[in-house]
């Protein structure tokens, strides 16, 4: 069984850069031919794929956030990170990490985190 599980502040103050890790149990985050995955859900909308690292370590990103957004791995610790710089208000939302087997299908997700940006 794959786990999960997303860990970082709650609360980033304007224009920071909000970073948070994905650790994943179960499975490795190297194993062909998954893709790991931020998706973001801001309160009252919708859910908002953000972006993915791939089994390979190749990354992918949202085009309307891909000025302020990078992911990484730690394939020693089998975790994910991702990092969004210059965060406003509108980045508030609750942050999840997912594995999807190939580019669509979604199997696993973590809790989810709330991330509100403030001062």
């Known amino acids: 069984q794959v786990q999960l599980q997303e860990s970082g502040p709650g609360l980033v103050k304007p224009s920071q850069t909000l970073s948070l890790t994905c650790t994943v149990s179960g499975g490795s985050i190297t194993m062909n031919y998954y893709y790991w995955r931020w998706i973001r859900q801001p309160p009252g909308k919708g859910l908002e794929w953000m972006g993915a690292?791939?089994?390979?370590?190749?990354?992918y990103y949202s085009p309307s956030l891909k000025s302020r957004t990078s992911i990484s791995r730690d394939t020693s610790k089998n975790q994910f990170t991702l990092q969004l710089s210059s965060v406003t208000p509108e980045d508030t939302a609750v942050y999840y990490c997912a594995r999807s087997t190939g580019w669509a299908t979604y199997d696993y997700w973590g809790q989810g985190t709330q991330v509100t940006v403030s001062s």
């Open positions: 690292i791939a089994y390979s370590g190749s990354t």
